[in-house]
C-alpha cells in the first residue's frame, strides 16, 4: 500500500488535532467582552482565564515527558480530543451549573488546556514516525493547520455571531466542541508507529546532559516568544493603526497575521525538499528582525501594520522547524524531547509578550518601544540555528 494513502487518516486526525488547539486557545479570548457584560466578571480575572490555559498546558508539558511512553501514544491522543471536546462543550453548561460563572469558566478551561497540552506534545511526533519522505515539508504542512483552525475560528465565530447575535455563544460552543469529539474516531482507528523502539530512547538525564539538547530548548523559547508575542499584540496594532472597531481589527491584526503564517508553513510544506531548512530559518530570522523593527520604528501607522502581518510569515516555520532540526539532529530524543521542546514554546510563548507587555508600560505605554524589545527573539534564534547547522546537514547525508 502506498504510505500517503496508508497514512491519510493519521494525517487527517493531527491536522484536525491542531484546528482543535487553535479554537482552544482563540475562542474564549473572544467571548471576555460578553463575560465581562453578561456575568460581571472583572478584567483582572478574565486576565486569569488565559493565564490558567497556558499554565496547565505547561504542566500537561511536563508530565507528558514521563507519562506517555508508558502509557501509549493511541490512549494518550484520544484522551487529548476526548477532553478538548468535554471542555469546549463545558463552557455552555458550567458556568450555571457551578452557580458561579466565573469557576464554570475556569474549570472548561482546564479540561480542554489538557487537551491541548497532549495536542501539543503528542501530534508532531505522531507525524514525525511516520515514514514519509519529506518530513520537514510534511511537518510545515502540520502546522499551517493551527494557522488555518485560528482564522477559522476567528472568521467562524463572527460570522455567527453577526448572524445569530453574541448571546448565543453557547450554542457555538458545542458546534466547536463537535470536531474534537469526531476526531475520537480518528484517532482511535488510523495507524500509529512508534517515534523509538522501546528501550533504545535517550532518557531524560541522557538529554539534559547533551549540549544539543539545551541549544534546542533556547531555539524553541526564542521560536515561540517570536511568534506568539507579535501574535498576542497585534489587534493593538490594527486597532491603533485604522482606529477601526475591535471586530475590524481583529479581522485585520490576528486575522492577517495567522494567514501569512499559514501561507508560510503551506509553502514550505509543499517547496521545502527544495530548500535547506537551516538556511530558511536563518533567513526567517532575518525577516523576522526586520518586521519587527518595521513595526517598531515606521513613522507610518499602516507600514507598522504591514510589518506586524508579514512577521506572520517569517515566523511560519520557527516552531515547526525548530522541532524538525531536533528530531533530526537527535533521533533518539523520544517522546521526553518533545515534550520539554513543547515546554519549551510555551514558555517562550508566555513571557515574550509579557516582556513587550511590561517593556511598553515602563515606557508610558508605547507599544512600539516594547515591540522593539522583541527582536532579541529572532536574533538569538539565528544564532542558535547556525551553531547546529553543521550537525543538521551532516545527519541528513
Not at 474516531?185 to 523502539?197: D, G, H, M, R, S
Request: with cysteine.
Amino acid at each position: 500500500m502506498d504510505t500517503a494513502k496508508k497514512y491519510r487518516k493519521t494525517l487527517i486526525a493531527c491536522y484536525l488535532g491542531f484546528v482543535t488547539q487553535a479554537i482552544c486557545a482563540n475562542f474564549v479570548p473572544l467571548l471576555f467582552i460578553t463575560f465581562h457584560r453578561s456575568y460581571g466578571i472583572s478584567f483582572s480575572s478574565l486576565a486569569l482565564i488565559s493565564t490558567v490555559f497556558f499554565f496547565t498546558q505547561l504542566i500537561v508539558d511536563l508530565l507528558c515527558a514521563k507519562i506517555v511512553d508508558y502509557i501509549g501514544y493511541r490512549t494518550c491522543v484520544v484522551a487529548a480530543e476526548v477532553t478538548s471536546g468535554l471542555g469546549l462543550a463545558g463552557l455552555a453548561f458550567l458556568p450555571e451549573i457551578t452557580g458561579n460563572p466565573f469557576v464554570g469558566i475556569i474549570i472548561s478551561v482546564v479540561i480542554y488546556a489538557i487537551g491541548s497540552g497532549l495536542t501539543e506534545v503528542l501530534v508532531s511526533p505522531i507525524v514525525e514516525a511516520c515514514p514519509f519522505e519529506n518530513k520537514e515539508g510534511t511537518m510545515s504542512l502540520l502546522h499551517s493547520f493551527y494557522c488555518w483552525g485560528s482564522v477559522g475560528v476567528i472568521l467562524g465565530s463572527t460570522l455567527f455571531f453577526a448572524v445569530f447575535g453574541i448571546e448565543n455563544w453557547k450554542i457555538l460552543a458545542l458546534i466547536w466542541s463537535v470536531i474534537p469529539l469526531y476526531n475520537i474516531y480518528n484517532f482511535a482507528t488510523c495507524p500509529i508507529e512508534k517515534l523509538v523502539e522501546d528501550g533504545n530512547g535517550m532518557t531524560m538525564g541522557k538529554l539534559f546532559k547533551t549540549r544539543l539538547f539545551w541549544v534546542f530548548i533556547v531555539l524553541m523559547v526564542c521560536a515561540g516568544a517570536s511568534e506568539i508575542s507579535m501574535a498576542q499584540w497585534a489587534s493593538a496594532f490594527a486597532e491603533s493603526a485604522l482606529h477601526v472597531s475591535k471586530t475590524v481589527g481583529d479581522l485585520a491584526g490576528p486575522c492577517g497575521f495567522a494567514i501569512c503564517m499559514g501561507i508560510s508553513r503551506v509553502l514550505y510544506g509543499k517547496y521545502g525538499e527544495k530548500v535547506d531548512l537551516t538556511i530558511f530559518m536563518v533567513f526567517s530570522g532575518i525577516m523576522c528582525l526586520i518586521c519587527y523593527l518595521i513595526a517598531g520604528l515606521s513613522p507610518f501607522p499602516v507600514l507598522g501594520l504591514v510589518g506586524c502581518a508579514l512577521c506572520g510569515f517569517t515566523v511560519g516555520i520557527m516552531w515547526p522547524g525548530s522541532i524538525s532540526i531536533s528530531s533530526r539532529v537527535l533521533p533518539k530524543g523520544g517522546t521526553a524531547m518533545f515534550a520539554f521542546l513543547a515546554l519549551a514554546g510555551d514558555l517562550g510563548g508566555a513571557t515574550g509578550p509579557a516582556i513587550v507587555g511590561n517593556i511598553s508600560q515602563k515606557f508610558g505605554e508605547d507599544l512600539k518601544v516594547g515591540v522593539l524589545a522583541g527582536i532579541g527573539f529572532p536574533i538569538v534564534l539565528v544564532i542558535c540555528v547556525l551553531m547546529v547547522r553543521k550537525k543538521y546537514k551532516a545527519q541528513k547525508q
